[in-house]
């Protein structure tokens, strides 16, 4: 049974736990987000039954909404970090990433789909749709900190994050084509899709910019007249992203997009006497936001049914989407970049499926598939497994970097390369 005051314990002595330990939890190779994840599988009706969300609230309805939340506040958050200085030195390797190694993720992923499940094509292609984004949130979870800042260089961690927050939202191409081939022929599915990606993302790329700049000319303004206390001024970005996701999204946008696009201008005229507290602030509540948004994901994961609904055909495909998925077309794109070959690996393995990925699974359920309780399950346990993969080797594959290069720099430092990536 689900009560409000269940809920606000369980939310608050998560967010009390998770922030109180998590330089202890990163010490130990783990990640926030897959403790919040295991938290909210025990609390849940398959485990200890102290709390079922589905009881108040579809799980469609619950999960897609906070993950719009989370993952417009995890994009605006990245952009934040971003540069200019760092797009134009990352420039190939992320147009190789979304270009190249996005549309190789979405093939590769549905072909295990149809190969161990035994899917349709135009279902499999949407599960493998489903799993292509990279998830911001749990992307800067494991590049960021204080190993991954001394150890990795600066353009390494930005090409992921960068790649992690724009990939969202241009994912939402292959969702909508995979969805329509669900339902209609591949003659009436293909104009579909144009007509309806391009206007989707050409509304997100017109709110995107246009709230941006007109946030950051406020934010300025405010600043110069002293119109904002101080301790309401960290909040502009947290405002911007839930206006640019519901502005977009009223219009008939990819708010995720827009979000992403809005705190890039916003970022690059942000004074920097402003940039430190209001990133940390935005810090703080999108790490909330991711932390609520994997506890409810816990609390509806189909365990029961991975077994027996899957067998070990789920299993293999969960094995096929963490180790197949992105590793080996990445690798051989980002080398073709002329970045070196154990940069080219880590940012080849380091591709987490997280709260883009169940945003998309649960979208997904809109195109009326077939036995969409068995896309689900297949579809969380692969969310699952590449959290849990992720996090478990996330330190040793940074350990293993520094090793290779032998560069570390001084604690409150963060490491920068000059010339060729290793």
Known sequence: MITA?????????????LG????????HALSPVLLALVAGAALGPRALDLLDPEAAVPRTVLLEQLCRVALALSVVDIALRLRPADLRA???????????VMPGMWLVSALGAGLLLGLPLAVALLLGAALTPTDPGVASALVTGTMPNRSLPRRVRMSLQGEAAANDGLALPFVVLSGLLVTLPLGEALPEVAVEAGRQVGVAVVVGLATGWLAMRVVDWAG???????????????????????????????????????????????PERLREPIHEV???????ALAVTFLAFGMVLPFDLWWSELGLAGVGFALWVLVLRRLPVAFAAVRATGTGPLSSAFIGWSGPLGVAGIYYL???????VPDYERFFAAGSLAITASVLGQALLASLAVRGYRRRT????EEGEELQLAGRLP
């Open 5 to 17: 005051d269940r809920t606000l314990l369980a939310v608050g002595l998560a967010v009390l736990v």
């Open 20 to 27: 109180l330990s998590s330089r202890l939890v990163k010490k």
């Open 90 to 100: 990352d420039a190939r390797r992320l147009a190789v990433l979304l270009l190249v």
């Open 224 to 270: 110069v007249h002293r119109l904002a206390e101080e301790d309401w001024f960290p909040l502009a970005a947290t405002g911007l992203a839930l206006t640019a996701l519901a502005l977009a999204h009223l219009l008939g946008g990819t708010g995720v997009l827009a979000a992403f696009l809005a705190g890039l201008v916003f970022s690059e005229g942000l």
């Open 282 to 288: 935005h810090r703080s509540v999108t790490k909330v």
């Open 362 to 368: 649960v979208h997904a359920e809109r195109y009326g």
């Open 406 to 409: 032998g560069e570390e720099v």
